[in-house]
């Protein structure tokens, strides 16, 4: 069982930046895929970012390509979101969660999930 903790959210004004981190525990995450989703109030978790068990592949959202960047430390078992010129429209919870499938876009392609971490940001 991989246990999730997400860390790193708060308030930011707009075009501000801020890294999440994702701390895995009870058991390594170096052979799982990983992945940033978000949640805004009063709509469905949608997929932002992922990154594969070995180096060198990554994915995003139309919606932060450019402005966000996932990565991995596995010897840290730890993943991060650095979130540059944030937005209004990025204010959500964000959750970290791992897998076994390369590219999966959708919630129920993975297995673990952390709490999440509010991220808030004012025009």
């Known amino acids: 069982q991989v246990q999730l903790v997400e860390s790193g959210g708060g308030l930011v004004q707009a075009g501000g930046s801020l890294r999440l981190s994702c701390a895995a525990s009870r058991r390594t995450v170096s052979g799982y895929v990983m992945a940033w989703f978000r949640q805004a109030p009063g709509k469905g978790r949608e997929f932002v970012a992922t990154i594969r068990s070995t180096v060198g592949g990554t994915y995003y959202a139309d919606s932060v390509k450019g402005r966000f960047t996932i990565s991995r430390d596995n010897a840290k078992n730890t993943v991060y979101l650095q979130m540059n010129s944030l937005k209004p429209d990025d204010t959500a919870v964000y959750y970290c969660?791992?897998?076994?499938?390369?590219?999966?876009?959708?919630?129920?392609?993975?297995?673990?999930w952390g709490q999440g971490t509010q991220v808030t940001v004012s025009s």
């Open positions: 969660a791992a897998g076994a499938k390369w590219l999966g876009l959708r919630q129920h392609e993975y297995n673990y």
